[in-house]
Structure formats: C-alpha cells, structure tokens
C-alpha cells in the first residue's frame, strides 16, 4: 500500500526536482555551447580547447568513479546541494574576476569549463538514482522520458538564447534556409563573465529550490560505511556477476560517446570549416537536436512500451549511424539542421532505453558505483576521440570523423543484436 500511494506524496518533489534541474541546467547549457564556441571562432585557438577537454575528460576518469561511491553513500537531495553550492560558488567567483580585469583569463574559462564537466559526473548519476529512489517500478519509462523531455526543453532555450548571446544580432535581413528574415531590434554580444554570472545565478536559485524537497523513499537502502575501495568492487563485482549488463551497458552508451565528443570537438569546427557558417547556425543546430530530443521523450517510451528497450537502443544505433554518414557527406546546411533532429531523436531514445534497462536490472543500493564503471569506460572513449580528431589531420578533414563515428555506432548497434535474445530474457545475479 506504501508504494502504491507514494508517488503522490513525491510528486511535488519530482517536480521541483525538475524545475531546480531545469533552472540550473539552462544556463549551464549557455556556457557548455559559449566555450568551446569562444576557443574555436573568437580567438581560433581549436587545439587549446581540445587539450582542455582531453585534461578535463581524463580527470573525469577518476572523479566519475568517486562520485559513483557518493551517489550510493549519501543521501542524494543533499549531493544536489552540494553540487549547485559549489557551482554557484565557481561560477560566480569566475564572473568576479572577469568583471574586475574587463575578460575572463583563459584559465579561469578553463576552470569554469571543468567545473560544469566534473559536476555533470555526480549531477546525472544522482539525478538518475534519486528519480529511480522515489518512482514505483512500472513508471520507470514513463520518469525517463520525462527528465529527457524537461533536459531538451532545456537545451532548446539553452541554444536559442546561448547562439544570440555568443554572438549578438544586428536589426537587419539575413538569408538563411533559402530565405530572406528581418531582425527589427539589436541584441548585444554578451561576453564570457555575463554568461558566468547568470549561470552561477542559476545554480544559486536551484540550491535554494531544492532545499525545500520532501520526499519517501520507496527503495531500501542501507548505509555505506565501507572504505571507498571496498565499495568501488562492489560496482565492479556486480557488473563480474552480471556480463550482460555490462555489455548492454557500454554499447547502448556509445551513442551518447559519439554525440559528446561531436558536440565539443567536431561541430564549432564543422560549422565554421564545412559549411561556411557562424553562431546562428550553431544555435539552431543546437535547437533542433534538442527538438529531436523532445520528441523522442514524448514517443519512444509509448513506441516500445511493448517491446524490449534493448530493441530501441539498436533501432537508435541505426539511426544514429545513418546521421553521422549524412554529416560526413553533407556540406549543406539545410541537410544538416534536419539531421540534428534525427541525431537529437537517437541520443535521447537510447539514454530513456539505456536508463530505463538499467532501473529494471540494477538494485538503486549499487546502480550509482555500477553508473560509474560505465562512466570510466565511456571517459575513456571520449579521451581517446578527442585526442585523436584535435588532430591537424583531422581538423581538415572532419567528414572522415563522422564516417568513424557512424562505423562505431553501427559496430554497437550489432553488439546489442547478436546478444538481443539473451538481454531480453536477462535474471539479475545481485
């Protein structure tokens, strides 16, 4: 009886759950696109960011493992306290210094970079555990696609807003798209420490909001007072126990791999070498993903209500394979707005598959050390990605990247076929 009146006594706490991720995520978005923005086209210095992101990612390798440990030692409302307490705290300290000297030093645009990467690491792990914590079993699809849903609305005002504030806009007539749009009002460019301050304002806000979340737990969870070395074995010994987890659990995040390595390395460069293209291409590119996106979290978890996740996850790889070969031969922009909805459309239909797999087949006491092991694995890949495509080589010739991508993603998608049968008739050995 417990479980089956819960999930109205935590609705008000998934929803300000969802507004406090949603406030704080926006403006995240804004730096996470102005960054690398700002390396690639403002002071054209590409290998930089590449080698920040590679530094960033390979520091993720260990910190992704620890945050695993804390998801599943600590209470999680009080990890997202800390979490949005410290990005606050970052961010605005950064704008400060920005405002005092008139620009943001490169190391600091470095460390307000790695700080939003590194609390990404515990942000999803924890949000992750904590919706599976306070959701009944049979909605786990249904909880899914509603962060996907609420996390691309998100971006979609994130790139919209993130590309005029990069860039500004002049009252004027652009042609875009094959036609001419009038612009009757100006908007100023924004410079880096602006964008900082809103971002660490919104984490402030999102602190505040989640302070006030009251919720039931629905799951049973025992403290963790092991060392960290004893729990992270716990993580790596359930997956020893469960192969096929493992297996499922890599390949079916080799999309996500593929769409974070494209999103920071690949498509500044792509829009501005290939198509001959600037800020508002890249924020509609960002829209339009996003929209994808959204569209996935309304269909897919109805369109495979009946039918395993691991079927969605290889329906996605195919799609996702078919985006990458169309970016690698495609040099119009039309062409490539409209395949960032279908690439928008794999990403997220994989992670509410991927995710609502993983709530079935992993206890909520372990899923945060298990999360991480999949997250050093996935760090791995994409140290190795963005080291070999900051390439001057590759840097020249970005169509070849994606023609990899789109064999890596194909790759996956038959890894998850040849084991379809065996995942789907998957017993959990806990």
Same mark, same amino acid.
């Given at each position: ?279 508002? *291409?890249? !924020?509609?590119?960002?829209?339009? @993903?996003?929209?994808?996106? /959204? $569209?996935?979290? #309304? %269909?897919?978890?109805?369109? +495979? ?60 006491? *372990?899923? !945060?050390?298990?999360?991480?092991? @999949?997250?050093?694995?996935? /760090? $791995?890949?994409? #140290? %190795?990605?963005?080291?070999? +495509? ?41």
């Amino acid at each position: 009886m417990v479980a089956r009146h819960a999930p109205m006594k935590n609705i008000k706490a998934i929803i300000l759950l969802f507004i406090a991720n949603s406030i704080s995520g926006f403006a995240a978005g804004i730096s996470m696109l102005a960054i690398p923005w700002y390396f690639t086209n403002e002071i054209n210095q590409k290998p930089i960011f590449g080698v920040i992101y590679a530094i960033v990612t390979l520091v993720s390798l260990f910190w992704g493992l620890f945050a695993g440990t804390l998801v599943d030692k600590h209470d999680r409302q009080k990890l997202f306290l800390w979490e949005t307490g410290t990005g606050a705290f970052v961010l605005l300290s950064i704008a400060a210094i920005g405002t005092l000297l008139g620009y943001v030093p490169l190391l600091c645009v470095a460390a307000a970079f790695g700080t939003t990467f590194w609390l990404y690491n515990i942000h999803y792990p924890a949000l992750y555990a904590f919706a599976q914590e306070i959701t009944p079993r049979e909605q786990y699809s249904r909880i899914t696609s509603w962060l996907e849903i609420q996390g691309q609305v998100t971006s979609v005002l994130a790139g919209g807003i993130g590309a005029l504030l990069i860039s500004g806009m002049q009252a004027d007539t652009y042609h875009f798209l094959g036609y001419d749009w009038t612009i009757p009002f100006s908007i100023p460019k924004w410079p880096l420490q602006h964008i900082f301050l809103l971002d660490g304002c919104t984490y402030l806000v999102s602190f505040i909001i989640i302070n006030f979340i009251t919720y039931e737990s629905l799951v049973d969870r025992k403290p963790q007072n092991q060392p960290i070395k004893e729990q992270l074995k716990t993580g790596i010994n359930f997956l020893k126990k469960n192969p096929l987890i493992f297996i499922f659990g890599n390949a079916a995040y080799f999309i996500f791999v593929t769409t974070l390595v494209s999103s920071f390395i690949l498509i500044p460069a792509f829009i501005k070498e290939d198509l001959n293209a600037g800020a508002l *291409v890249f !924020g509609v590119y960002e829209m339009c @993903f996003a929209f994808g996106a /959204v $569209l996935s979290g #309304i %269909f897919v978890a109805k369109a +495979f209500a009946n039918h395993s996740p691991v079927l969605g996850c290889i329906i996605t790889c195919i799609l996702g394979t078919a985006v990458f070969l169309t970016y690698s031969l495609t040099g119009a922009i039309i062409v490539f707005v409209i395949a960032a909805i279908f690439q928008g459309l794999a990403n997220s239909g994989a992670r509410i598959m991927r995710v609502t797999f993983m709530f079935s087949t992993i206890p909520n006491a *372990v899923i !945060g050390r298990a999360s991480s092991v @999949f997250q050093v694995i996935n /760090v $791995l890949f994409r #140290i %190795f990605f963005s080291l070999l +495509f900051s390439l001057p080589f590759f840097v020249k010739n970005i169509s070849l990247a994606y023609f990899i991508f789109a064999l890596c993603i194909a790759i996956a998608g038959c890894i998850l076929a040849v084991f379809y049968k065996r995942l789907v008739n998957l017993k959990t050995n806990i």
